[in-house]
């Protein structure tokens, strides 16, 4: 799968990218809102690039994509992931720190969602984020997510204050 916007490329991951997508995930956000998405070296990001690569060839598990400016530079991921114990699927989304505030992962998102919800056979994709990721919370109401839920629920392992946003693909043309 390849989307091109005025601004991006969303792509299929590359193992060559596991040193731009273990800069990218070492901030403190990333630290602090996806902390399972932190590699601190390369080589862990290759083990995981080499596994999201596996689930993307069979369709089963996360469908991760990259973001790359149109030049062909790294700045981030989009994707779609299983929530476990349903047949739901969450959003997914990070852009590198010295990316951020260019209104990127909003592009991506907006770019992400007509392809992949079709190749999945969704018409609707959850968004989850901890209450207070405003910046999350931007992006996904920017791509006509709606809020369903706030309050204490599961995230990342333990039960935390959280936003569940849900987009229908009929509610957004």
Not at 134 to 150: D, T
């Amino acid at each position: 799968m390849k989307i091109e916007t005025k601004r991006l490329q969303i792509t299929e991951l590359r193992l060559n990218m596991a040193e731009d997508i273990s800069r990218n995930s070492l901030d403190q956000e990333t630290r602090r809102f996806t902390p399972d998405e932190v590699f601190e070296t390369p080589e862990a990001a290759t083990e995981t690039i080499a596994f999201l690569m596996i689930c993307r060839m069979s369709g089963h598990g996360p469908q991760v994509l990259a973001v790359q400016l149109l030049d062909g530079t790294y700045i981030g991921y989009v994707q779609a992931v299983p929530l476990e114990d349903t047949d739901q699927w969450e959003i997914g989304y990070h852009i590198g720190e010295a990316y951020r505030s260019h209104g990127y992962a909003t592009e991506a998102v907006q770019a992400f969602l007509p392809e992949i919800l079709p190749a999945l056979g969704l018409s609707e994709i959850a968004g989850i984020c901890l209450a207070d990721n405003q910046a999350s919370r931007k992006v996904m109401e920017r791509c006509g997510f709606l809020l369903e839920k706030e309050g204490p629920g599961p995230y990342q392992g333990s039960v935390q204050p959280i936003c569940r946003y849900l987009y229908r693909q009929e509610d957004n043309g």
